[in-house]
């Protein structure tokens, strides 16, 4: 038992007192996504972050906005980018953000595009995987797979899932890639592929979607590590569920904080093309849907 485990014990008593015992039509969040840069070493296509490079968050801002998440009720924060784990200030880190986070929140993780060494102290960390080799290359860069498999393989800890975002180029080799990953990660959560700027090229229209959907599912009754619960996946495939965004506050790399679907700060948000999982996940888990709450408790315990 380590103190991720021990610490579990109030945790358990602040979800109970605060989303139970005070539920409110707004709950606080219990999650915070915090993107600590919008420069990435890779260029992706359909990506707006990487076109957009600001400098970085400074060190002081960072500490800041850490205390700020915590002091306003989250417990987890998952650093995401941009490229997360090239941020840096002066003599300053990733790893240095890492340590810090760790003081205040119960589970540290990140988000990474794979190309960098993973052994970074996070709790949890998720290499965002866009197909088989081909695709995931045509999608991010030549060579760029082998990396992200070279750096899975060459990690030490037990902490790296992968994380694939269904889109229409990758969504018929998705099933393979999930057999292919058996064994080499700790599991694999999948999300759908949001336009950002409309409905474009890569969104998956509702059929694709369900077909898709179904056949994550079944692969999931079969054993295979999908840790995205079933009713989440069913809540994908029909494309609305009632979400409750509250539950996430985000840092954007300007250092401003917001609360709910971060899409509230760039745009109107289309919820019938919505795939975000880890919404749908945190909502039902909310809800009290209890393969939700379990799939939580698989993924960051
Ligand atoms: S790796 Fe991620 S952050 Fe970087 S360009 Fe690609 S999608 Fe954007
Ligand atoms: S776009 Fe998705 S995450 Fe955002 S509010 Fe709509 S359903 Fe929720």
Redesign the pocket.
């Known amino acids: 038992m380590n103190s991720r485990h021990l610490a579990i014990v109030p945790a358990t008593w602040h979800v109970l007192w605060t989303y139970v015992l005070r539920r409110s039509n707004l709950p606080p969040p219990f999650l915070a996504s915090f993107k600590l840069t919008q420069r990435c070493n890779l260029h992706c296509e359909p990506c707006p972050f990487w076109r957009q490079p600001t400098p970085d968050l400074p060190w002081g801002q960072v500490i800041s906005s850490l205390a700020k998440l915590r002091q306003r009720g989250s417990r987890i924060v998952i650093f995401e980018g941009g490229e997360p784990l090239i941020w840096q200030d002066g003599a300053y880190r990733f790893k240095d953000v890492v340590a810090e986070a760790r003081k205040l929140f119960l589970v540290v993780g990140a988000t990474t595009n794979g190309t960098q060494p993973l052994d970074v102290g996070t709790d949890v960390l998720w290499v965002s995987l866009d197909g088989l080799q081909a695709t995931h290359d045509r999608l991010r860069g030549t060579g760029v797979f082998q990396q992200a498999l070279a750096n899975i393989q060459a990690n030490r800890t037990s902490c790296v899932y992968a994380h694939l975002t269904a889109n229409r180029q990758n969504a018929a080799e998705l099933p393979e890639l999930i057999k292919f990953l058996r064994g080499k990660v700790r599991g694999i959560t999948i999300q759908l592929y949001?336009p950002y700027g409309g409905k474009d090229d890569l969104w998956l229209p509702p059929d694709e979607r369900e077909r898709l959907l179904r056949q994550v599912i079944q692969l999931k009754q079969s054993g295979y590590p999908i840790l995205n619960s079933i009713p989440g996946l069913r809540a994908l495939m029909r494309g609305s569920?009632r979400?409750v965004?509250s539950l996430v506050d985000n840092v954007h790399p300007d250092g401003s904080l917001q609360q709910?679907?971060y899409?509230?700060g760039r745009d109107v948000?289309?919820?019938s093309c919505?795939g975000?999982s880890p919404?749908t996940e945190i909502?039902l888990a909310y809800q009290g849907v209890p393969a939700a709450i379990w799939a939580g408790l698989r993924i960051f315990f």
């Open positions: 949001y569920w979400c965004d709910g679907c899409l509230k948000p289309d919820c919505c975000f919404h909502s």
